[in-house]
């Protein structure tokens, strides 16, 4: 029985997003180079023998804290290389991980929060981060660079 999976996305070269599903095919990951996983959720961590995890349960909720984690993150993720890559996760894919890849893109200063999201846009089209965690990735965007490259609109992002 073939197992239900969905290819993840790659942003950079040693970096990739998706969404529980594309946890799910040992052999893909493999042959994309993964090595690494951050698990967003409380989800099992599936091929313990295979790959490294950094598990830390998020809430897909605004009021959620995101900020602390990102050091703890950044660090994981910066262990990676094009031959043993990352891959970020939460259930869908849409909100939590997609931010956490975000702010590592503002960390790494190669991309404001606009062009971030511009490229995450191009590459994986159904992102849709809750308004929290926009609003702390402009705050995290304003504390590197001193100014705010995007204004997310509350109406159009709201939970």
């Known amino acids: 029985m073939a197992l239900n999976w969905e290819a ?26 993964v090595k ?29 804290d995101i900020l602390p984690l990102f050091e703890e993150i950044f660090n994981f993720i910066d262990r990676a290389t094009p031959t043993s890559a990352c891959l970020i996760h939460c ?20 991309r ?4 971030s999201y511009e490229l995450l846009t191009r590459v994986r089209k159904h992102i849709s981060p809750n308004h929290g965690f926009l609003q702390q990735l402009m705050a995290f965007e304003d504390s590197l660079f001193g100014s705010i490259s995007i204004d997310f609109s509350v109406d159009e992002y709201a939970d």
């Open 112 to 115: 404001n929060l606009r062009e």
């Open 36 to 64: 690494y996983i951050v698990n967003l959720t409380d989800l099992p961590n599936l091929y313990l023998d295979s790959f490294v995890y950094l598990q830390r349960p998020v809430k897909d909720s605004s009021s959620e």
């Open 8 to 33: 993840p996305s790659q942003i950079l070269p040693h970096l990739f997003l998706g969404s529980y599903l594309c946890t799910r095919n040992k052999d893909e990951l493999l042959k994309l180079g």
């Open 91 to 110: 259930q869908m894919g849409a909100s939590r991980s997609p931010c956490f890849a975000l702010a590592y893109l503002i960390h790494k200063k190669e």
